[in-house]
C-alpha cells in the first residue's frame, strides 16, 4: 500500500474521532468506534504480506473490537437504563473544537520528533497522537460512566495505529496482550456500571466522588 | 484566440446549461418519487411566464430593490469568465483572480440581501439574517479549499487552478483534493440553498431561507433572481467539474462534450442528494458547516506538512 492510500484511510479515522466528539448518542458513539477498529485493523493487515499470525491477529482484533466489545456495551447501556444522551460537560461544539486543536497540536508535535524518513511520509504518528488526545478529551469532557469506556477505547485505538504500523507483526504478543486488558476492562467496567445504576440511578461519575465504604 | 464568436458560443452554452441543470434536478427528484415530473425545459416557460407579468412595487423600495435583480443576472456571467470551461481558456484570467471571484459572490450577495431589506418586510429580514449567518460559515471553507489548491497546483490564478498543472496534482495530493471536492459540493449546495441545508420549494416563510428574501420581487425581477440562481449554480458546477475532470483529450469537441456531461452530472448527483436526505434542522446546519470547515483545515495540514 502506498502512503497515499494510508493517509486516506487514516484521515478517516481522524474523521471518525471527530464525528464521536459531536455525536450525542451513546450507541452511536459505541459503533463510530467499533468501525474505527475495524478500519485500522483492516489497514495493518493490508499493508503488510500475508502471514498466518498476521490473519489470526486479524480475525481476533476484528472480532474482538468490532463485535464483542460493543455488544457487550450496547448489552450494558440496555440492561442498566441508561439515557442515550451524552451529557457533556462540554458542549459538543467546543469538544468538536478543542479535538481540532489537539489534532493541529499533533500534527506540531509529530514534526519535531526524529521519524525514520518512511514514516515521515505517512501520517501515522500525528494520526496516533490525535486518537490518544480525542480519547483523553472525550473522558474529560463528558459525565456518565460509560463514555469514559468510550475514550478509553479510542484511546487504544490509537495506541494499536502506533504499535501495528511502525513496528511491523513482530507486536503479536503485546497486542494479544492490550488486547485481553481491554476486552477485562470493558467486562469490568460493565459490571460497574450496573453497580452504579442501582446505587446512583444514573452512571454519573460526577457522583463518584461522595462514594464511602 | 478570444474572437466574439467563440465568446457568445461559450456563453451561450453557459445559459443552456444553467436552464437545462435546474430541470434535471426536478426530472431526477421527480424520478426518485415515481412521478412523470416536469419537462426538463419547464425552467424556461416559467422564465417566459414572469418576463410577460407586471412588476408590483412596495412605496418602501427606492433603487436598491432593482440591483439585487440585477447584479444576481450579471454576476454569474462575470464570474464565470473567470472558470476555464473543457479547454476553451477563461475569458480574463490575472494574478489572483480567485479572491475577485469569491468576493464578486460577495458583491452578488450585499445587493440581494439589501434588496430584500429595502422592502421592509419582517420575513425578509429573517432571511436575510439566515442567509448571512451560512454565508459566513461558507466563506472560510471556500478560500481554504482555494488556498489548497494554490499550493498544490503553486500558481494564483484560477486557470492555474485547473491548467495544466491539475493532473499532476491530482497524482501527487489526491487526498486532499477529495476533500476539496467534498467541500466544493457542500458550498455548491449552501450556496445554491439545496435541500440539505435550505429547501427551494417550501411554502412556509418561516422555514424559508434563500426563498424569504426574494418574496416581494415579482415578474421580471423574479425571473431575474431565478436564472440568476440558476446561473450561479452552474458556475459551481464548473468549479467541480473543472476539479474533477482534470484529465484532457485535447480535441476541443470532445473535450466540451466531457465537460457538459459532467456539468449536468453535478445537477444529477444534486437530485440524488435532495431525493434521498430530508432537510437538516437550522441548528445542526451550523455544526455540519463547522465540521466541514475543520476537514477543510485537514486538507491545509496535510498539503503544507
Known amino acids: 500500500m502506498n502512503a497515499s492510500t494510508i493517509n486516506t484511510i487514516l484521515l478517516l479515522v481522524v474523521l471518525i474521532n471527530m464525528f464521536i466528539m459531536g455525536s450525542n448518542r451513546i450507541i452511536t458513539a459505541i459503533k463510530a468506534v467499533a468501525l474505527q477498529g475495524i478500519i485500522l485493523a483492516l489497514l495493518a493487515f493490508f499493508s503488510e504480506e500475508f502471514t498466518t499470525k498476521g490473519t489470526i491477529l486479524f480475525i481476533i482484533i476484528v472480532s474482538i473490537k468490532g463485535f464483542i466489545i460493543p455488544l457487550l456495551l450496547i448489552h450494558a447501556t440496555k440492561f442498566a437504563n441508561i439515557n442515550q444522551e451524552m451529557k457533556p460537560l462540554i458542549g459538543y461544539m467546543p469538544t468538536m473544537f478543542i479535538d481540532a486543536l489537539s489534532v493541529f497540536l499533533s500534527f506540531f508535535i509529530s514534526q519535531k520528533l526524529p521519524l525514520l524518513p518512511s514514516h515521515q511520509e505517512t501520517i501515522i504518528v500525528p494520526v496516533f497522537f490525535a486518537t490518544l488526545m480525542s480519547g483523553m478529551i472525550l473522558i474529560i469532557a463528558r459525565q456518565k460512566a460509560i463514555t469514559q469506556v468510550i475514550g478509553y477505547l479510542m484511546m487504544e485505538n490509537g495506541v494499536y495505529i502506533l504499535s501495528s504500523m511502525l513496528t511491523g507483526s513482530v507486536t503479536f504478543l503485546a497486542e494479544i496482550g492490550v488486547l485481553l486488558d481491554v476486552l477485562a476492562g470493558v467486562f469490568i467496567m460493565g459490571i460497574m456500571l450496573n453497580h452504579i445504576s442501582t446505587t446512583f440511578e444514573k452512571g454519573d461519575v460526577g457522583k463518584l466522588t461522595s462514594l464511602r465504604e | 484566440?478570444?474572437?466574439?464568436?467563440?465568446?457568445?458560443?461559450?456563453?451561450?452554452?453557459?445559459?443552456?446549461?444553467?436552464?437545462?441543470?435546474?430541470?434535471?434536478?426536478?426530472?431526477?427528484?421527480?424520478?426518485?418519487?415515481?412521478?412523470?415530473?416536469?419537462?426538463?425545459?419547464?425552467?424556461?416557460?416559467?422564465?417566459?411566464?414572469?418576463?410577460?407579468?407586471?412588476?408590483?412595487?412596495?412605496?418602501?423600495?427606492?433603487?436598491?430593490?432593482?440591483?439585487?435583480?440585477?447584479?444576481?443576472?450579471?454576476?454569474?456571467?462575470?464570474?464565470?469568465?473567470?472558470?476555464?470551461?473543457?479547454?476553451?481558456?477563461?475569458?480574463?484570467?490575472?494574478?489572483?483572480?480567485?479572491?475577485?471571484?469569491?468576493?464578486?459572490?460577495?458583491?452578488?450577495?450585499?445587493?440581494?440581501?439589501?434588496?430584500?431589506?429595502?422592502?421592509?418586510?419582517?420575513?425578509?429580514?429573517?432571511?436575510?439574517?439566515r442567509e448571512l449567518t451560512f454565508s459566513f460559515l461558507i466563506e472560510p471553507i471556500l478560500f481554504v479549499c482555494l488556498i489548497i489548491l494554490a499550493?498544490?497546483?503553486?500558481?494564483?490564478?484560477?486557470?492555474?487552478?485547473?491548467?495544466?498543472?491539475?493532473?499532476?496534482?491530482?497524482?501527487?495530493?489526491?487526498?486532499?483534493?477529495?476533500?476539496?471536492?467534498?467541500?466544493?459540493?457542500?458550498?455548491?449546495?449552501?450556496?445554491?440553498?439545496?435541500?440539505?441545508?435550505?429547501?427551494?420549494?417550501?411554502?412556509?416563510?418561516?422555514?424559508?431561507?434563500?426563498?424569504?428574501?426574494?418574496?416581494?420581487?415579482?415578474?421580471?425581477?423574479?425571473?431575474?433572481?431565478?436564472?440568476?440562481?440558476?446561473?450561479?449554480?452552474?458556475?459551481?458546477?464548473?468549479?467541480?467539474?473543472?476539479?474533477?475532470?482534470?484529465?484532457?483529450?485535447?480535441?476541443?469537441?470532445?473535450?466540451?462534450?466531457?465537460?457538459?456531461?459532467?456539468?449536468?452530472?453535478?445537477?444529477?448527483?444534486?437530485?440524488?442528494?435532495?431525493?434521498?436526505?430530508?432537510?437538516?434542522?437550522?441548528?445542526?446546519?451550523?455544526?455540519?458547516?463547522?465540521?466541514?470547515?475543520?476537514?477543510?483545515?485537514?486538507?491545509?495540514?496535510?498539503?503544507?506538512?
Open chain 2, 151 to 305: 499550493k498544490g497546483t503553486s500558481s494564483l490564478t484560477l486557470f492555474g487552478f485547473f491548467g495544466y498543472h491539475i493532473l499532476d496534482a491530482w497524482q501527487d495530493y489526491s487526498t486532499i483534493f477529495g476533500i476539496v471536492v467534498v467541500c466544493f459540493l457542500v458550498i455548491l449546495l449552501v450556496e445554491n440553498s439545496r435541500i440539505p441545508f435550505d429547501d427551494p420549494a417550501t411554502h412556509l416563510e418561516l422555514t424559508m431561507i434563500h426563498e424569504a428574501m426574494v418574496l416581494d420581487h415579482s415578474g421580471p425581477l423574479l425571473a431575474a433572481i431565478l436564472l440568476g440562481g440558476a446561473m450561479k449554480f452552474t458556475v459551481y458546477a464548473v468549479l467541480i467539474v473543472d476539479l474533477v475532470i482534470p484529465f484532457k483529450t485535447g480535441i476541443l469537441f470532445y473535450d466540451t462534450l466531457i465537460a457538459i456531461a459532467g456539468v449536468l452530472g453535478v445537477g444529477v448527483i444534486v437530485g440524488i442528494i435532495e431525493s434521498v436526505m430530508a432537510r437538516l434542522q437550522l441548528i445542526s446546519i451550523k455544526k455540519v458547516l463547522l465540521g466541514t470547515l475543520i476537514v477543510s483545515l485537514f486538507g491545509i495540514i496535510l498539503i503544507t506538512r
Open chain 2, 1 to 129: 484566440m478570444f474572437d466574439i464568436v467563440h465568446i457568445v458560443l461559450t456563453l451561450l452554452l453557459f445559459l443552456v446549461l444553467s436552464i437545462l441543470n435546474m430541470g434535471i434536478i426536478i426530472k431526477v427528484k421527480a424520478f426518485f418519487g415515481g412521478r412523470c415530473g416536469a419537462p426538463v425545459l419547464q425552467k424556461m416557460y416559467d422564465l417566459i411566464k414572469l418576463i410577460q407579468k407586471s412588476i408590483k412595487l412596495s412605496t418602501t423600495t427606492s433603487w436598491i430593490f432593482f440591483a439585487g435583480p440585477l447584479l444576481a443576472l450579471i454576476v454569474p456571467f462575470f464570474a464565470f469568465f473567470f472558470l476555464p470551461f473543457a479547454s476553451i481558456p477563461p475569458i480574463i484570467s490575472f494574478e489572483g483572480d480567485f479572491l475577485l471571484f469569491v468576493y464578486l459572490f460577495g458583491l452578488l450577495r450585499f445587493f440581494t440581501t439589501s434588496s430584500a431589506l429595502d422592502t421592509s418586510s419582517s420575513f425578509e429580514g429573517m432571511g436575510t439574517a
